[in-house]
């Protein structure tokens, strides 16, 4: 059989043409702008450095993966007649979220925002703008009182929280039967938060935490106990040493230096992630190659949230072939709305926090060990809500 190349092209085109004239669905012009807004001076992306020089903690803005997610999109929104806009705002130390993201919602009919900026301007965003007509995602801040008490109908998390993390970190223990653990804290206030974090997980997993040690980065002989790491890991015994170092000076150089064999979790070692450049399943090279082409250098989990709150945005958009943000928000909220993370389980949001439910990287510097949920660890509905702040425990109220 002889077929018409240009009798069978003019068909398909004409096919097309003719889903997009349908009742509901969108037209050629329709476009959807979505606003990555920072904070000017962001202390967050100062780069850390050690006395030596050495670049310990590096922060790289999340429009990489806005971008990556952007132009996967491209050919999949381009045959409904969609066009998908990208506007990088930055608010100046004089002004003030609020009045910015308002403005833009009244002078550019902008409705959809990633969010990168300080924890502060996020709650305040978040809470003032409960009623307004918007959708907001976080891809920053792992914070579980952005899911608890300080949540927000219109604030949607595509970053993992602490509490999925550790969850995650305490599955593994659990299932290696690793269950007697030494927690080791920094002095900084997000030590002090990830190490509640862990108790917490602890706790859920029938871990038992031998003990609770500060440390300090210190010269003072006097504080020898809390800087010597045969004295700092001594007088106990567990199976596992839990580190939570934000800062990263000092955990860098436990590991090997331990009073006794044991392996180290947390901020070093075997750390948990929403992402990680070493997955190899499910697309994730694929993605990873796309990424690295784009922003020269290897996609961390912030990117993946960018990344991923724009295959969200997408997909609501189609869901319910409209661009109308409460419409968008309705998708989102849907019981069966579904995203492909690249993770090898479809993902979802939480209705009782918007938390986005998924899978957990449990990775060394250079290799994934697990994901999480790990084998064996079920829930009643969905085993990915093993991880994190459950239904029942929730204390978001905006329900």
């Given at each position: 059989?002889?077929?018409?190349?240009?009798?069978?092209?003019?068909?398909?085109?004409?096919?097309?043409?003719?889903v997009?004239?349908?009742?509901?669905?969108?037209?050629?012009?329709?476009?959807?702008?979505?606003?990555?807004?920072?904070?000017?001076s962001?202390?967050?992306?100062?780069?850390?450095?050690?006395?030596?020089?050495?670049?310990?903690?590096?922060?790289?803005?999340?429009?990489?993966?806005?971008?990556?997610?952007?132009?996967?999109?491209?050919?999949?929104?381009?045959?409904?007649?969609?066009a998908?806009?990208?506007?990088?705002?930055?608010?100046?130390?004089?002004?003030?979220?609020?009045?910015?993201?308002?403005?833009?919602?009244?002078?550019?009919?902008?409705?959809?925002?990633?969010?990168?900026?300080?924890?502060?301007?996020?709650?305040?965003?978040?809470?003032?703008?409960?009623?307004?007509?918007?959708?907001?995602?976080?891809?920053?801040?792992?914070?579980?009182?952005?899911?608890?008490?300080?949540?927000?109908?219109?604030?949607?998390?595509?970053?993992?929280?602490?509490?999925?993390?550790?969850?995650?970190?305490?599955?593994?223990?659990?299932?290696?039967?690793?269950?007697e653990v030494l927690?080791?804290?920094?002095?900084?206030?997000?030590?002090a938060?990830?190490?509640?974090?862990?108790?917490?997980?602890?706790?859920?997993?029938?871990?038992?935490?031998?003990?609770?040690?500060?440390?300090?980065?210190?010269?003072?002989?006097?504080?020898?106990?809390?800087?010597?790491?045969?004295?700092?890991?001594?007088?106990?015994?567990?199976d596992?040493?839990y580190?939570?170092?934000?800062?990263?000076?000092?955990?860098?150089?436990?590991?090997?230096?331990?009073k006794?064999?044991?392996?180290?979790?947390?901020?070093?070692?075997?750390?948990?992630?929403?992402?990680?450049?070493?997955?190899?399943?499910?697309?994730?090279?694929?993605?990873?190659?796309?990424?690295?082409?784009?922003?020269?250098?290897?996609?961390?989990g912030?990117?993946?949230?960018?990344?991923?709150?724009?295959?969200?945005?997408?997909?609501?958009?189609?869901?319910?072939?409209?661009?109308?943000?409460?419409a968008?928000?309705?998708a989102?909220?849907?019981?069966?709305?579904?995203?492909?993370?690249?993770?090898?389980v479809?993902?979802?949001?939480?209705?009782?926090?918007?938390?986005?439910?998924?899978?957990?990287?449990?990775?060394?510097?250079?290799?994934?060990?697990?994901?999480?949920?790990?084998?064996g660890?079920?829930?009643?509905?969905?085993?990915?809500d093993?991880l994190?702040?459950?239904?029942?425990e929730?204390?978001?109220?905006?329900?």
């Amino acid at each position: 059989m002889i077929i018409d190349v240009k009798r069978l092209r003019t068909l398909m085109v004409a096919a097309i043409m003719s889903v997009i004239s349908l009742p509901g669905a969108m037209a050629a012009t329709d476009e959807v702008r979505i606003v990555y807004l920072t904070r000017q001076s962001d202390a967050y992306y100062r780069t850390h450095r050690a006395y030596t020089g050495l670049t310990l903690r590096e922060h790289h803005r999340a429009i990489d993966g806005i971008e990556v997610g952007l132009r996967e999109s491209r050919i999949l929104t381009r045959g409904i007649g969609i066009a998908f806009k990208l506007q990088e705002v930055t608010v100046a130390p004089e002004q003030t979220v609020n009045d910015v993201i308002r403005r833009l919602l009244e002078d550019e009919n902008a409705g959809v925002f990633i969010l990168d900026l300080p924890i502060e301007d996020l709650r305040d965003a978040a809470g003032s703008l409960a009623a307004e007509k918007v959708l907001l995602f976080n891809v920053r801040h792992r914070d579980d009182s952005l899911r608890g008490a300080d949540c927000s109908p219109v604030l949607f998390h595509t970053i993992a929280s602490r509490a999925m993390l550790m969850d995650a970190l305490a599955q593994h223990l659990f299932k290696r039967n690793w269950t007697e653990v030494l927690a080791l804290e920094g002095p900084d206030d997000v030590d002090a938060m990830w190490s509640a974090a862990f108790a917490s997980s602890a706790r859920k997993f029938r871990l038992k935490i031998v003990d609770s040690r500060p440390f300090v980065l210190s010269n003072d002989p006097r504080q020898r106990d809390q800087t010597n790491f045969a004295l700092l890991t001594g007088a106990a015994d567990y199976d596992v040493i839990y580190l939570a170092d934000s800062v990263g000076e000092f955990g860098r150089y436990l590991p090997y230096q331990t009073k006794n064999a044991r392996p180290v979790v947390g901020s070093e070692g075997l750390i948990a992630s929403a992402w990680h450049w070493t997955w190899e399943r499910h697309g994730a090279p694929q993605l990873n190659q796309r990424f690295h082409r784009l922003a020269k250098r290897r996609m961390t989990g912030p990117d993946w949230a960018a990344w991923v709150a724009v295959k969200s945005i997408v997909a609501a958009t189609l869901y319910n072939k409209s661009h109308d943000v409460m419409a968008l928000r309705s998708a989102l909220r849907s019981d069966d709305f579904r995203i492909d993370t690249y993770k090898g389980v479809a993902a979802n949001f939480r209705p009782w926090d918007n938390q986005l439910r998924q899978s957990i990287l449990l990775h060394t510097h250079n290799a994934v060990i697990a994901r999480a949920p790990i084998d064996g660890f079920l829930h009643e509905k969905n085993n990915l809500d093993t991880l994190g702040i459950d239904a029942r425990e929730s204390t978001c109220r905006f329900r």
